[in-house]
């Protein structure tokens, strides 16, 4: 049973549930996107958890360092891109809040739906 | 109804990521699968091949540079559906929430965030040029001036700080991570190899190391400057009231 001593993982795992349930439960357009973000941050963590190595020290090259003590240098240049990615998302996301907003004068999922359909019908 | 089978979907979902989790390999073991493949190539001739100390920003800049292209335009469409949206403001006085609202924010605010904003903009660019030798890179300084910006924005509105980082600057250097590293690839053409390869047959191999580590920071500077610009962009699209330009009479 690696769960315990996988905890950073579990954690992860639970924070994404949490960004998940930020997501579809919330009916405020602003926290549907802070869930996203918890999710994105905690495919972040995961990540960098898995690049860990015990007694490990940063990937940078010092004098009479051993390579194979550092940690795995690659989820963190993946994540760092990431993380890029991540803060251009929610900046798509928010622009896309404030036009909804201006529009409707609401951020409610539920108005805005009904919204919609008083406009239609 | 629908809010239960919400939250029983959540439930079996967490259940099902901890039992996978519960599975994997202990973590920081140095014979997990992640430490194996690829790795002990970056961290052993990452200084002789990319010369970089910095192995991340090696993996970056220099073994993972497509990848990093594609994603330095990410963030310029990110910036381009964005204005695409919410419109880019005109010149002369454009005006925000912290001005429109009338309540001046307090003295030792002000104060603060005047002080502290120049070092923090000289932090992200020491951040910026030692990329390369120390943990930090273009995007992590980029992120730094980004969030100086928003500091100062929502202290002393959004036309000081329009006036700061002007129009024609952000327009000039929003670009420049997109066109640095392309050039930067190009380079790699034009010196008999392939795009974005750091090895160039036509250059001799003394001239190398030296080259790629200039290379190097000259990317950095890019993304870090490209960044950043982008950001301070989104952050003025973003708090600019609608209807708040004002031609400078």
Redesign the interface.
Known sequence: MNLWHNFHYAVAMVLFCVGLYAVIMRRNIIKKIIGINIMETSVFLFLISIGYRKGGVAPVHVEGLDPSRMVNPLPQSLILTGIVVAVSITALALSLAILLYRQFGTLDVNRLFREEEEEAG | MK?LV??L???A??LL??YV??????????T?P??TH???R???K??GEAHA????T???INY?GF??LG?VT??Y???A??LA??GREKRGRIRDYVELSGIPSSVIVRTMVALVVPFIVLFSLYVILHGE???G?G??GG?VIGASMIIFTTVFGLHLSSVKVPLKVRAALEGSAVITFFLVGIAGILGGGNFLAYAWPRVSQSLQPALVTWLTVLVEVGIGLG?AMV?VS?LF??VRE?GADEPLA
């Open positions: 809010r919400s939250l979907f959540i439930g979902l967490a990521l901890l989790v519960s599975k994997m390999p202990p973590m920081g073991e140095p997990n992640t430490m690829v790795v002990p970056y961290l052993e990452s200084e100390r910095n192995v991340v090696g993996v970056i993972r990848d990093t994603e990410v963030i469409c990110a910036l559906a964005v949206v919410l030798m120390s943990p890179g995007f992590q992120a960044g950001f989104i699209a973003m609608e």
